[in-house]
């Protein structure tokens, strides 16, 4: 038992100690600048494993807030870059003088404070609007879609503002590092994932508590949870704005890590690609999120690196299997592979069956619209 | 003044595209709870068959495949019905991923098979010219769009099995307690659905872009307009492509079209502040 | 909870391990690949998309590449060794252009880069090239107000395309200018140009008009063109969106006699795709066409289609694509090595016989020298030329050389 009990922080050390320890020991720059990528894009989808697997409300626009929180810093590492003039892609857009919106993301601070409280407020609008009127399931999934869409639409025709299709790109100096060297980029991908482990340890914390409870309550039944003096909107609101807030947070780290944000990130497809990595990895588990995100990162990579055609072919079909076969994702599978496991060796031993591993932590999975 | 008034009529064939990219959607998002995002490469999938019957019936091709197409993508519809998803009736939210996977499958299975550049399919010469501010491939369309609804009106109200299909929508239990065989109404309305998205990829070789990425530029519009116009309701669904049409067509007549885009989102949010079921409401007490 | 801890750990860890396995093979192959190009073979990079929205259009372009490379290593190679190319998807997606860069230049070690289309791939790429200090060679026309160090650019600036167009318009007689264009950064800069043109030219600008990329609903943008009764109108809509341009204002009876499209990113691979119906009569801008009389592009013409089929059609950038590996092959016999700096330097004054007539690298901007030629399409798809500058235009990527530009590249 007490063995068992070690066993849930004691893998979290292993893989703290492979991430910190041994990735970066074995891992060339460029193949470790990746993974820091792909811990960025397993930032957004914990977030989408809490509002979606915990709340089941499947947001399908995070793109909209990992773009909000990539542009506060990619504006501000412009403007440090620029030293006072006009950032590069102004003086071929033929903006003159700096744009209002511009001038405060000189300021580290804000710029940093913007990151998180940008998305989360745009977030807390729109649930505000949207969950008051009981608008949920797929009205809400269709919803964000198109909020991605619109965003994408709205960047692009704001090429003066924004940089256009273009995005922003081109940085040099990170907080007075020079972004191009090696030890910024290492020390960049420890500061990702760190802070990929320290969101996971949030959000844990935060499902785990009453009001995590309510909100796996607000999924599994809305109204009931409503006939209980419980306002669910309210309670959707603040799960979606924290994870618009980590979307967020991630694409202000993405930024210096790859060296680019453009409205090409933000769109309908790569805000479902994450969702789809969230049901890969296992949306009824926030680690499955995490696991989910990195492991499609990893296959896109060395998927186009091999054959590009296949990419398609291979994201489309792991999908269909994933969500016919194993809707619980890898671990899902996992689980139950070593549940079948378990019982297999006690039908053996001829002892009676004990319990399955997870069986009372194990919450309602079924999905309610 | 004048390009002010044509923008009627524009706003209009506008709304008929709309109307005929969501109308197979607002069926099988309204009975059944499936939110197809496979329907943008069934659309496809019509106006590939337009293409391929172009070597058999030149410049008739577009009339030819009408019912050709309806037939195509019907079939495709069912197939998927019957494979995957049935399983998953009740997980709308797991149909959307389910069917995305499909919808990009589909999309490298045309480049596999016709290329990754745009085809063409010519249109009868007798479409060629137009009445004032309309072409006749849109009054075409606007006039495909009239049968097609005043079809689905019929079909509904005046068979049994539409009337049966009413009926599921209404009440899945129900419907089925009272005998009727609702595994085969899905099948039957999943088929006509995709159906409807094939005769809609017909219509679009007239006006646009026919290539493997043809889907992708129509799907999202066409959630709008289910979305607004309400879960399977034929009503709810033409008069917001209407709406939806005219908007888009005087915003972008007074702005542009990339603000014109962002002007009917917006309308859309701000109209579900009313309307949080959209235009007209499957009157429920079922508890969710 | 517990439980979750417990599966996120094994998962992570199985993945871990998968990742340092792959760490662990990197620099094997790194060991492998030589650097610059010491052994028998030299490495250059392909980077175009082969997925997405773009693959249409790059694909071609790494076809016409990879004919190139075939071509000079069957006449011995650079150098007396062969080329191999090393070839990477870009996917259409900017930022998979700068890690997929990163991987050429630091994994593969490759000599050169040929690649990218848009310029949102160029723009992504640029800081990657510039800071490790590799060369790209950029086979599109594009906006011009850039001329970074270690990219050449073997496509048209405005000067040599956008320009010349609208000197052919003048000649036309057209006074009366639309412009239409997709909403990113080509069309705005090259209406920004034609603005300041027109200016000084006594044209008129009847309306500028933006679309989003992919978009397909052009009734309200023709009902604007018709009812503004331009002379011609000034075509920079890229991709699918010129297929429901062209459709919707074929039957709106819009005829190229009355109101002539010019078009700047319309070639003979789209034709195809608009419909023959649709465009024929319109003119386009472009330095090359399938039908330029040279000699070399007679055998260009022959080898690609013998290679790649004889329904193949070849344009401007696919030319420029494979122009690119000669100049570079020329640039390095010159210089005595593939090494960057070397090839930078003897670069400048190159000049080859290409398919579209002489092509000289001008040392200063990395850009070419490029004639200028108008076509009309045909009925049969092709494309045949009305016009040409009569001898290449020395590249001006800032319009330094034209007075009424001057507030447009103060930058």
């Given at each position: ?369 | 003044?004048e390009a002010f008034l044509n923008q009627l009529p524009i706003g209009l064939s506008i709304g008929a595209v709309l109307l005929l990219i969501a109308l197979g959607l607002t069926f099988t998002f309204g009975q059944m709870g499936v939110i197809n995002m496979a329907h ?249 | ?178 412009l239409v264009g997709s909403d990113y950064v080509f069309p705005r800069t090259a209406n920004k140009i034609i603005k300041a043109y027109a200016a000084a030219n006594g044209m008129e600008i009847l309306g500028e008009e933006y679309t989003p990329l992919g978009h397909t ?195």
């Open positions: 038992m007490n063995l068992a009990r070690l066993k849930g922080p004691g893998v979290f050390a292993a893989v703290a100690v492979l991430a910190l320890v041994v990735a970066p020991l074995l891992l060339e720059p460029f193949r470790l600048g990746l993974l820091a990528k792909y811990l960025c894009f397993a930032i957004v989808a914990l977030g989408i494993g809490l509002a979606w697997g915990q709340g089941g409300m499947l947001a399908l626009g995070q793109g909209v807030f990992f773009g909000l929180g990539g542009y506060a810093m990619a504006m501000h590492l412009k403007l440090v870059d620029a030293q006072g003039d006009l950032p590069d892609f102004m003086v071929w857009s033929g903006v003159e003088q700096l744009p209002a919106l511009w001038k405060p993301f000189a300021n580290p601070v804000f710029a940093l404070a913007m990151v998180v409280i940008g998305p989360m407020l745009i977030a807390t609008v729109l649930g505000l609007l949207v969950f008051r009127q009981r608008v949920r399931g797929a009205y809400f999934a269709i919803l964000t879609q198109a909020l991605a869409a619109a965003f994408v639409i709205l960047l692009v025709g704001q090429q003066g503002l924004t940089g256009g299709t273009n995005g922003l790109t081109n940085f040099f100096d990170l907080f007075g590092q020079d972004l191009a060297a090696d030890s910024t980029q290492r020390g960049l991908y420890f500061a990702v994932a760190i802070a990929t482990g320290l969101l996971y340890l949030g959000a844990r914390q935060l499902v785990n508590s009453r009001f995590g409870r309510l909100l796996v309550a607000v999924r599994d039944g809305e109204d009931r949870v409503r006939f209980l003096g419980y306002d669910p909107a309210r309670v959707k609101t603040v799960t979606f704005a924290i994870s618009a807030g980590m979307a967020g947070l991630a694409g202000a780290l993405f930024v210096p890590v790859v060296g680019i944000i453009s409205p090409a990130l933000l769109g309908v497809v790569p805000s479902l690609e994450l969702v789809v990595a969230v049901a890969v990895g296992g949306r009824f588990a926030l680690a499955g999120a995490i696991l989910g995100a990195v492991v499609m990162g990893y296959a896109k990579t060395s998927f186009s690196e091999q054959f590009a055609d296949g990419w398609l072919y291979l994201q489309g079909a792991l999908f269909i299997l994933v969500m016919t076969l194993a809707p619980k994702g890898i671990l899902g599978l996992a689980a139950s592979a070593r549940d079948a496991l378990a019982r297999r060796r006690t039908a053996r031993s001829g002892d009676p069956e004990p319990p399955p591993a997870d069986a009372p932590g194990r919450r309602v999975m079924e999905e309610v619209a | 003044m943008g490469e069934f659309i496809m999938a019509g106006a590939y068959t337009a293409y391929l019957l172009q070597d058999l019936t030149g410049r008739m091709a577009v009339i030819v495949a009408l019912p050709v197409a309806f037939l195509v993508a019907g079939l495709m519809g069912l197939i998927l019905e019957r494979t995957a998803i049935r399983h998953f009736y009740g997980r709308p939210l797991d149909t959307l991923l389910l069917t995305w996977g499909v919808s990009l499958v589909l999309q490298q299975l045309a480049r596999d098979l016709f290329g990754a550049p745009n085809v063409q399919v010519q249109a009868p010469t007798w479409l060629q010219g137009g009445i004032g501010p309309l072409p006749y491939n849109r009054l075409f369309i606007f006039a495909l769009a009239l049968a097609t609804v005043v079809g689905i009106w019929a079909y509904m109200n005046r068979t049994g099995q539409g009337r049966r299909m009413q009926a599921v929508m209404q009440n899945r239990q129900l419907a089925a307690v009272s005998g009727i065989n609702t595994g085969q109404v899905d099948q039957r309305t999943f088929f006509i659905g995709s159906g409807l998205a094939g005769v809609a990829g017909v219509a679009l070789t007239l006006i646009g872009p026919v290539g493997p990425a043809l889907g992708t530029y129509y799907i999202v519009d066409a959630f709008l307009v289910v979305v607004a116009g309400g879960l399977g309701q034929l009503r709810g669904a033409v008069i917001a492509a209407a709406g939806l049409g005219l908007l888009n067509s005087y915003a972008e007549f007074w702005s542009d079209a990339s603000l014109a885009k962002v002007i009917v989102f917006a309308a859309i949010v701000a109209f579900l502040q009313f309307r949080p079921q959209g235009l007209f409401v499957l009157r429920s007490r079922a508890l969710t | 909870m517990r439980n979750s801890v417990w599966r996120s750990g094994v998962a992570i860890a199985a993945l871990a391990t998968a990742l340092t396995a792959c760490g662990g093979e990197a620099p094997a192959s790194e060991s492998a690949s030589v650097a610059g190009g010491a052994g028998d073979t030299i490495k250059v990079g392909i980077l175009h998309s082969l997925s997405g929205t773009m693959a249409i259009s790059e694909v071609t372009v790494r076809d016409a590449e990879l004919l190139a490379i075939e071509e000079i290593n069957a006449s011995g190679g650079v150098l007396g060794k062969k080329l191999t190319p090393v070839v990477e998807d870009g996917a259409s997606d900017w930022p998979t252009f700068a890690e997929k860069a990163t991987k050429l230049i630091r994994q593969d070690k490759v000599a050169t880069t040929f690649g990218g289309w848009t310029s949102a791939s160029r723009k992504a790429m640029l800081p990657v090239f510039e800071r490790s200090k590799a060369l790209l060679w950029y086979p599109v026309q594009y906006e011009g107000l850039e001329s970074s160090p270690y990219i050449f650019y073997t496509g048209a600036t405005t000067n040599q395309q956008i320009i010349p167009g609208l000197d052919y318009l003048k000649e036309q007689g057209k006074k009366k200018i639309f609903e052009y009734s309200t943008l023709t009902n604007k063109v018709v009812q503004a009764k331009p002379d011609a109108v000034f075509n920079t809509l890229n991709g699918d969106s010129n297929v429901a341009f062209f459709k919707q204002l074929n039957s709106a009876g819009v005829t190229a006699q009355e109101m002539p499209v010019l078009s700047v990113s319309v070639a003979e691979e789209e034709v195809k795709g608009i419909g023959v119906d649709n465009i024929a009569g319109h003119p386009v801008a472009w330095n090359y066409y399938q039908t330029t009389e040279t000699p070399a592009n007679e055998k260009f013409v022959a080898a690609f289609k013998a290679k790649y089929g004889a329904d193949k059609v070849t344009s401007d950038p696919m030319e420029a694509g494979y122009n690119a590996v000669y100049l570079w092959a020329a640039a390095a016999k010159k210089a005595g090595t593939v090494e960057v700096e070397a090839v930078r330097k003897a670069a400048g004054g190159i000049a080859v016989e290409r398919p579209e007539g002489l092509v000289t690298i001008d040392g200063e901007n990395q850009h070419m020298y490029k004639t200028a030629r108008i076509g009309v399409i045909q009925p049969d798809g092709l494309i045949k030329e009305v016009w040409n500058s009569g001898e290449p235009i020395k590249p001006d990527p800032y319009l330094k050389g034209y007075p009424w530009a001057s507030g447009l590249s103060n930058g």
